[in-house]
């Protein structure tokens, strides 16, 4: 999942700079789309006599400069384009594994391209989205939304960075039904009663060498977290669901995670496994299966929200940096400490500058949050503990270079280590609210 999404950080990292200047964002946006902006001229035009309407096309015009999908397709040596069945009794990952290993051996390989969405969205495709968006807003359990939420939550036309699909209407129509047979009333009842109807239709399967799309998933009833989270956002914004795409890199373990969220009509979020469980199921699960307690928690947004360091950048690139990626640790189910450390040995390169936390070595030392260092003082806002973490900084902008040793952290903020004195200064941390 992360070197997609670092990829992404490039681009918006690069484009965000232009949303500052003078130039009207909506009049920015049409200009990114270069040949294709008349298809976007042609939505505004349509809906030139709905207020509220043409505020939802300027929303995702406005934002869709920062959004790109990914297709990957597999080719057999001669170029021709090809799929295996890669359904098997009990979903194996094992037997998937070694159709592709036997694929790539004969050759066969994996095409990617990269589409910038202002520059391929049809006026069709967007219209059609934005009718279909507010066709499911009057219903019972989505009707308390505001225009922002509603905007946010439900209107997006991508959950991810999976290929554009314009399978809305297909969804509403087969869905939106069942929704109204459960005769619920709120988002969070909405969502619990459709996810549990679909309990048991869908697979998860850890190995995938492509970059799932909404079709693939549909074709074979599985995918890795990240494909049947991006699957379940689909469809359930289709039926005027509020979700999201919540994600993590585990200290504990290898990679990382990604599942479904659900708004409430407070405004406040749960989440929940998609096809597998209810939101209470993981809760328990990820807060007492002390493996997969999340050292940080990020939400995928659609809305770019820029990240405040109170620090110049030194230009590294991760997805804890990106401003699709909101940092949402504290309204999860552990809660996480502020840590402060005072480094014992001086091996940073400046006065001052970004720090980064990253999981001890089981997981390759991935980057986990990014704090600020004055001095020998680094401070990291909302970390969960019972985790192990080393920090970092990144002199070069381009590699990572460790200032303390791998260090432990509980749950109250204190830090223990084989050599305490070699990578901290004793406590640390108060828990938020």
Known sequence: MKRHIIYLFGVVLLLLPACTTHVDSLEWALRQAGKNRAELEKVLQHYESDSLKLAAATFLIRKMPYHIGFCDTLFTPDGISYMPDITYPGHNEAQIKHVFDSLFDCGYYIWRTK?????????????????????VWNTPWAGKLDFDAFCRYILPYRASNEPLCSWRRKML?????????????TPV?????????????????????????????????????EGLALYFIFLLRSVGIPVAIDCTT???SEDGHSWCSVMDNKGGWHGFAANEMSCEEHRKMFSEKRKLIPPKVYRRLFAPEPVSMDMQDDGYRTYVKNPLFKDVTDSYYVPPVNIMLDLQRKLYSSDEGLVYLCASSINQHRVLGVGTRRGDRCFIKNVVGDNTFVLAESPDGKTLHFLTDTFYVDKSGVMKGPDIKGCANGTVGEKNG
């Open 115 to 135: 589409e910038r969405d202002v520059e391929v969205m049809t006026s069709d495709f967007l219209i059609d989205n934005i009718e279909c968006a507010f066709e």
């Open 173 to 185: 129509r087969k869905y939106l039904p069942m929704v109204h047979s459960f005769q619920v009333g």
């Open 189 to 225: 009842d909405a969502c619990m009663a459709l996810n549990d109807s679909l309990k048991g239709s869908f697979h998860f399967v850890g190995m995938l060498p492509v970059y799932p799309s909404i079709e693939m998933v549909d074709r074979y009833r599985q995918s890795n977290c």
């Open 250 to 252: 585990w200290a504990k």
